[in-house]
């Protein structure tokens, strides 16, 4: 009884800490307030062996995020912490909560957000997507977990779903404090967006796509308004790839619909593929110093962008592994295929 009463004690010190550093960082730099759920509205049940908080920070472009912390039931001392987010278009309550309070089960302090303009993050317009900020997001995420009292500042690691893999990567690249990073069902989206799928755009196809999403910024300009790229297609065609339907499958069921998720929804600002067309991401993989863990299924459509990824990395450190059977999506919600018992020994090896 003792030591649980403690432990409540100490998730109290830590949601005011977090309170605090937050309020006179919004009072100095006039930051908007977030409006969060009380409620638990997550796609994935609530664990009842971690304690869960929400929790707001500030990136370096002044822009509040919205995340939840999960904290380990039996957590003593100082721990290691792990940052998390993803898919692209998706939110906290989707994807990266389910690893984020699956790994606090396994003793880290975890952290998932809504990357700036998106979920219950702040920033406007919304619907933005950006590789320079959402890199920064990672990176801010890192900042509040060094402000935590329980927090070990030497052992902090990431995890990028998704969209969020190749993001992941990157961060890695610019912020040495990363210990260890995992990218899991990785997509490098500047390459997608640039290059197609499968890289089936040439020069010329990428031009007339400038073309036409430049077009889009004039009229965006006009009327005052931004248009959006709309979510995962809902009736998914029936002659539509079968990744797509499962997308659709996962965004708009009961499985993974959530009202604040982009995929389930209207999507990004259709501008917003200009800024990864001209900024490539992983430019400085192979300059990680740190451990990184690349995650792919051995059926997924966007395996081979993990695997690139991979190719770019270097030193003893660097792992990739191939889930026999999975497909892309899987590697979302199937926690029978989500190789968690990997994961928790990789951050034990190297965030220790």
Same mark, same amino acid.
């Given at each position: 009884?003792?030591?649980?009463?403690?432990?409540?004690?100490?998730?109290?010190?830590?949601?005011?800490?977090?309170?605090?550093?937050?309020?006179?960082?919004?009072?100095?730099?006039?930051?908007?307030?977030?409006?969060?759920?009380?409620?638990?509205?997550?796609?994935?049940?609530?664990?009842?062996?971690?304690?869960?908080?929400?929790?707001?920070?500030?990136?370096?472009?002044?822009?509040?995020?919205?995340?939840?912390?999960?904290?380990?039931?039996?957590?003593?001392?100082?721990?290691?912490?792990?940052?998390?987010?993803?898919?692209?278009?998706?939110?906290?309550?989707?994807?990266?909560?389910?690893?984020?309070?699956?790994?606090?089960?396994?003793?880290?302090?975890?952290?998932?957000?809504?990357?700036?303009?998106?979920?219950?993050?702040?920033?406007?317009?919304?619907?933005?997507?950006?590789?320079?900020?959402?890199?920064?997001?990672?990176?801010?995420?890192?900042?509040?977990?060094?402000?935590?009292?329980?927090?070990?500042?030497?052992?902090?690691?990431?995890?990028?779903?998704?969209?969020?893999?190749?993001?992941?990567?990157?961060?890695?690249?610019?912020?040495?404090? *990363?210990?260890?990073?995992?990218?899991?069902? =990785? !997509? %490098?989206?500047?390459?997608? /967006?640039?290059?197609?799928?499968?890289? $089936?755009?040439?020069?010329?196809?990428?031009?007339?796509?400038?073309?036409?999403?430049?077009?889009?910024?004039?009229?965006?300009?006009?009327?005052?308004?931004?248009?959006?790229?709309?979510?995962?297609?809902?009736?998914?065609?029936?002659?539509?790839?079968?990744?797509?339907?499962?997308?659709?499958?996962?965004?708009?069921?009961?499985?993974?619909?959530?009202?604040?998720?982009?995929?389930?929804?209207?999507?990004?600002?259709?501008?917003?593929?200009?800024?990864?067309?001209?900024?490539?991401?992983?430019?400085?993989?192979?300059?990680?110093?740190?451990?990184?863990?690349?995650?792919?299924?051995?059926?997924?459509?966007?395996?081979?962008?993990?695997?690139?990824?991979?190719?770019?990395?270097?030193?003893?450190?660097?792992?990739?592994?191939? *889930?026999?059977?999975?497909?892309?999506?899987? =590697? !979302? %919600?199937?926690?029978?295929? /989500?190789?968690?018992?990997?994961?928790? $020994?990789?951050?034990?090896?190297?965030?220790?």
């Amino acid at each position: 009884m003792k030591r649980i009463i403690l432990i409540a004690m100490l998730v109290a010190v830590i949601t005011t800490q977090s309170a605090a550093t937050v309020n006179n960082q919004t009072n100095d730099n006039n930051m908007e307030q977030l409006e969060l759920t009380n409620q638990w509205d997550k796609v994935f049940p609530q664990s009842d062996r971690v304690y869960h908080t929400k929790v707001t920070f500030i990136n370096r472009y002044g822009i509040t995020l919205a995340a939840d912390m999960y904290i380990p039931k039996n957590a003593e001392g100082k721990l290691a912490a792990i940052a998390v987010s993803g898919p692209f278009g998706a939110v906290k309550e989707q994807v990266s909560g389910l690893y984020a309070q699956t790994m606090a089960e396994r003793g880290f302090i975890t952290l998932a957000f809504d990357p700036s303009y998106t979920g219950e993050s702040g920033g406007k317009p919304r619907y933005v997507a950006s590789p320079d900020i959402n890199t920064e997001d990672f990176s801010a995420a890192v900042d509040f977990l060094t402000t935590l009292h329980n927090v070990d500042i030497e052992r902090i690691g990431i995890i990028g779903i998704c969209g969020w893999g190749g993001l992941a990567i990157n961060a890695a690249a610019m912020d040495t404090r *990363i210990k260890a990073s995992v990218a899991s069902t =990785l !997509y %490098d989206m500047s390459r997608v /967006i640039a290059n197609g799928y499968s890289d $089936s755009m040439d020069a010329d196809a990428r031009y007339e796509l400038r073309v036409q999403l430049n077009t889009q910024r004039t009229i965006d300009a006009r009327s005052g308004t931004y248009a959006l790229a709309g979510g995962v297609v809902n009736p998914m065609p029936d002659d539509a790839p079968w990744f797509m339907k499962e997308y659709h499958n996962y965004y708009k069921t009961m499985r993974g619909y959530h009202e604040r998720s982009l995929n389930s929804n209207n999507g990004w600002h259709l501008t917003s593929s200009l800024f990864f067309i001209n900024m490539p991401q992983l430019s400085y993989a192979g300059e990680i110093r740190n451990a990184v863990l690349v995650v792919h299924g051995e059926k997924a459509h966007s395996r081979y962008l993990g695997e690139d990824a991979f190719k770019m990395l270097r030193g003893d450190n660097k792992e990739l592994i191939i *889930i026999p059977g999975a497909s892309h999506v899987d =590697l !979302y %919600d199937r926690t029978d295929i /989500i190789p968690f018992d990997k994961l928790e $020994s990789f951050f034990e090896m190297y965030l220790k």
